[in-house]
């Protein structure tokens, strides 16, 4: 399943900042090899991890993605231990208040890998 080197995720780290927004520091590497690993798993025309930047970098839509909410604020992506799935740590809103405001509440989303896809545990 180790499909995914660390240049690699660098580089993925980077894409998903210029893209979306979303700062992947180095310590949140492990979560997003299990991300991309997992997609690995669904496509078998993309070989590695290198072949799936490419991919992206070529702008197909065939990418997962997950709704985490509306102006959320991600602070830290982290492995489950327990579960080996992803543990997302997130300012969201309260409920009533525009999502033009600031998030200010404290929430985590986990997710786990089912056949190939990423799901809300």
């Known amino acids: ?6 240049p ?10 210029e893209r979306v927004g979303l700062n992947v520091r180095a310590d949140g590497h492990a979560a997003l090899r299990l991300a991309v690993a997992a997609r690995l ?3 078998a025309e993309v070989p590695d991890g290198a072949g ?7 702008g197909t839509t ?7 909410g509306k102006n ?11 579960t080996n799935g992803i543990i997302v740590d997130m300012l969201d809103h309260d409920e009533g208040v525009p999502v033009d405001t600031p998030p ?5 989303k986990r997710f ?10």
């Not at 399943?1 to 660390?6: A, G, K, P, T, W």
């Not at 799936?52 to 070529?58: M, S």
């Not at 959320?72 to 327990?82: C, G, H, R, S, T």
């Not at 200010?104 to 985590?108: G, L, P, R």
């Open 1 to 6: 399943m180790n499909r995914v080197s660390e």
């Open 8 to 17: 690699v995720l660098a580089d993925l780290a980077a894409l998903l900042k």
């Open 41 to 43: 798993d669904e496509l």
């Open 52 to 58: 799936y930047l490419a991919v992206l970098r070529g």
């Open 62 to 68: 065939k990418a997962i993605t997950l709704s985490l």
């Open 72 to 82: 959320v604020l991600v602070q830290k992506l982290e492995l489950d231990p327990q």
């Open 104 to 108: 200010t509440i404290q929430h985590k």
């Open 112 to 121: 786990v890998v089912k056949n190939g896809a990423i799901v809300p545990r």
